[in-house]
């Protein structure tokens, strides 16, 4: 007995030092003078100013984020997508979620923090959210913990946000946080025993006997050194492994199609410009050799294969052009310019396919 109640007592002391050490640092973040607040840099300066250990300013950057940042109902209410510049949520001090993650991940990075962002869904009481959700994961001591700063912040009761600081989602184990978020990626639920969305809809409870092992440490290193493209790729294939089990869902793998439709697109239209910049050069050469009375050339059959290269080449470009889809306006307008390159210079090509065939005959 009296060794367990020593080791308990230990602990308690610990947990006791802990909490002082959280307060202590919620006491002053919570005294940052106002001017300071006006950029991330100015925030971040501030915390490295004051705390040295990792530990202390993840905390005071969860701690400023979940209580000067409103949740923006508005913007939530209209399902307005538009991306929120981190700059634009300083000077207002509204934001959804996935402004909430932006600043404290980028408050995270400048305090050398490594931090990224985690796009799921939620539920509560069992019932799945009908909207998605982001929320942010910060590797610490070489160990990966998630952090939920718009839960964090208050509640939405009566279309009305009220302010209510809660430690309940401040650095949180993966194994605990798969219980009311769930990534699409199941990757970043960063357990080595992963669940299907199946399982997390109906809140099953699945031993780690029944799965087999994922290393998603390995995982995340290789995904690292991914193009976006391939970035898209391999998440919409692990999203597709664990099913795709609702409208949430479904919309970021479709999402995850476009993206790689766009890309598909638009290496189409750069592979079609850089053939016409090399059929351009290779006609230039031609015009020269002709201008000089074809004295370089040994036989009629190089000056027909000269001129039958670049036919080819303005061939292809036009075939990689037509699997080029715009996806915005910007897009259109480029797509279109190389359209009107393309039949320009066919048409200059074309002509002196005639004269060649004419010249040799």
């Known amino acids: 007995m009296p060794k367990i109640l020593i080791t308990f007592l230990i602990l308690f002391s610990l947990q006791n030092i802990r909490s002082q050490n959280l307060t202590n640092v919620d006491r002053v973040v919570a005294a940052i003078p106002e001017n300071v607040t006006a950029t991330t840099v100015g925030i971040s300066s501030f915390i490295k100013e004051h705390f040295v250990s990792d530990t202390e300013r993840l905390r005071a950057i969860f701690v400023w984020v979940a209580n000067n940042i409103n949740y923006d109902i508005v913007k939530f209410n209209a399902r307005n997508n538009s991306l929120q510049p981190v700059e634009d949520i ?105 669940i299907t969305n199946r399982e997390f809809i109906d809140g099953k409870k699945v031993t780690k006997n029944e799965k087999a092992l994922f290393n998603f440490a390995d995982s995340l290193k290789i995904y690292a050194l991914l193009s976006q ?86 061939s292809t470009a036009w075939n990689l052009l037509g699997t080029a889809l715009p996806k915005d306006e910007q897009s259109r307008t480029a797509i279109s310019s190389a359209y009107r390159l393309l039949d320009k210079f066919q048409n200059r090509v074309n002509q002196e396919k005639e004269f060649v065939t004419g010249y040799i005959r």
């Not at 790729?233 to 970021?252: A, M, P, T, W, Y």
């Open 90 to 194: 300083l000077k207002s001090r509204y934001a959804v979620c996935k402004g909430y993650s932006d600043l404290f991940i980028e408050l995270s990075n400048q305090c050398n923090l490594t931090a990224m962002p985690v796009m799921g869904y939620t539920q509560h009481k069992g019932v799945v959210a009908p909207v998605s959700h982001v929320w942010a994961a910060v590797k610490l001591d070489q160990e990966w913990y998630l952090f939920d700063p718009t839960w964090a912040a208050g509640y939405v009761l009566n279309n009305k946000f009220t302010r209510n600081f809660s430690n309940t989602y401040y650095k949180v184990p993966p194994y605990e946080m798969i219980k009311d978020h769930m990534p699409f990626d199941p990757m970043f639920q960063f357990l080595s025993h992963t």
């Open 229 to 314: 493209q391939d970035k898209a790729f391999n998440e919409l294939c692990r999203i597709q492994s664990i099913g795709v089990e609702n409208d949430i869902i479904k919309e970021r793998a479709d999402y995850l199609k476009t993206l790689l439709e766009y890309h598909s697109s638009k290496k189409s239209y750069e592979l079609s410009m850089d053939l016409y910049n090399q059929s351009v050069s290779l006609f230039n050469k031609y015009i020269g050799i002709k201008n000089g009375g074809f004295k370089e050339v040994k036989s009629d059959n190089e000056i027909k294969l000269m001129i039958d290269s670049i036919a080819s080449y303005i």
